[in-house]
């Protein structure tokens, strides 16, 4: 069963540059290790359980699934993973509507103090990289992957709402209604002048949107061929703010 969202991922060139970036913009990072495939990642705990993962490679690794995303494609805001306590069932119910998931696989990384933190995910690729998502249950306690620090000092207490751009926010709408066994809600966004389907998640928001006006911001994401999560807000209990892509290694963030 889907649980929530796990966490986000953001790619960054220079991982240390990133952690310096989000924590002039008030979030609390730590170093979280490295993985034994070339790429290693810094950690952004939250009180409802969520984290956002900042990742960068320490070598050149072309064969990871993230590799030509971060180089190619710019980076910043590529992926989202869902958490669930029954991963073979989940993984099922995704390819049961067609999509390129992939085989289940043992994850791991070594923090800095030596524990060997372990999972198993998936990755999903071609047309629904990042416009659907991966999925992960752990193996060792979950507690151990997550960040013990989930204080922020600008307030963010978890993920509220995680919005993808699409040209047909039905069609992906209609593929995850059918693995979370939910039928989506559909509504407008005036700001971004576009249309979409929203989904409720344990205690985040997942939504899918197309643009419905000719200047929807949308279109020019979407003409970049820019990673399909779009934008990203937390929920705080500090004074709300809107940091845009030029600040945040690529990202927009809202804290509302």
Same mark, same amino acid.
């Given at each position: 069963m889907i649980l929530g969202i796990?966490?986000?991922?953001? &790619? &960054?060139?220079?991982?240390?540059?990133?952690?310096?970036?989000?924590?002039g913009l008030g979030f609390s990072v730590v170093y979280g290790g490295a993985h034994p495939y070339? %790429?290693?990642?810094?950690?952004?705990g939250f009180e409802d359980g969520s984290y956002i993962e900042l990742l960068?490679?320490?070598?050149?690794?072309?064969?990871?699934p993230w590799w030509e995303l971060l180089h190619e494609r710019g980076g910043g805001l590529i992926d989202f993973c869902l958490a669930t306590d029954d991963i073979r069932a989940d993984l099922a119910a995704i390819r049961a509507q067609g999509v390129e998931a992939g085989d289940l696989t043992e994850g791991g990384r070594r923090r800095p103090d030596g524990y060997e933190v372990k999972w198993i995910n998936n990755k999903?690729?071609?047309?629904? /990289?990042?416009?659907?998502?991966?999925?992960?249950?752990?193996?060792?306690?979950?507690? #151990?992957?997550?960040?013990?620090?989930?204080? /922020? &000092?600008?307030?963010?207490?978890?993920?509220?709402?995680?919005?993808?751009?699409?040209?047909?926010?039905?069609?992906?709408?209609?593929?995850?209604?059918?693995?979370?066994? /939910?039928?989506? #809600?559909?509504?407008?966004d005036d700001e971004l002048g576009a249309s979409g389907i929203r989904f409720e998640l344990g205690s985040h928001f997942l939504e899918y949107l197309s643009p419905s006006e000719?200047?929807?911001?949308?279109?020019?994401?979407?003409?970049r061929d820019?990673?399909?999560?779009?934008?990203? %807000?937390?929920?705080?209990?500090? =004074?709300?703010? %809107?940091?845009? =892509?030029? /600040?945040?290694?690529?990202?927009?963030?809202?804290?509302?």
């Open positions: 796990d966490h986000i991922v953001i &790619a &960054a060139r220079e991982l240390n540059a990133a952690m310096e970036t989000y924590r070339g %790429s290693h990642n810094a950690l952004i960068g490679f320490y070598e050149e690794s072309p064969a990871h999903v690729g071609g047309e629904f /990289q990042g416009i659907m998502p991966f999925i992960i249950e752990d193996v060792s306690p979950r507690a #151990q992957r997550l960040p013990r620090e989930t204080t /922020q &000092a600008n307030g963010a207490t978890g993920i509220h709402c995680l919005s993808l751009a699409t040209e047909d926010a039905g069609r992906y709408g209609a593929i995850m209604g059918a693995v979370l066994g /939910q039928e989506g #809600q559909a509504f407008r000719l200047e929807s911001p949308l279109r020019a994401h979407l003409a820019l990673p399909a999560p779009y934008r990203v %807000s937390f929920k705080t209990r500090g =004074p709300s703010a %809107s940091f845009g =892509p030029e /600040q945040t290694e690529g990202v927009r963030i809202e804290l509302k």
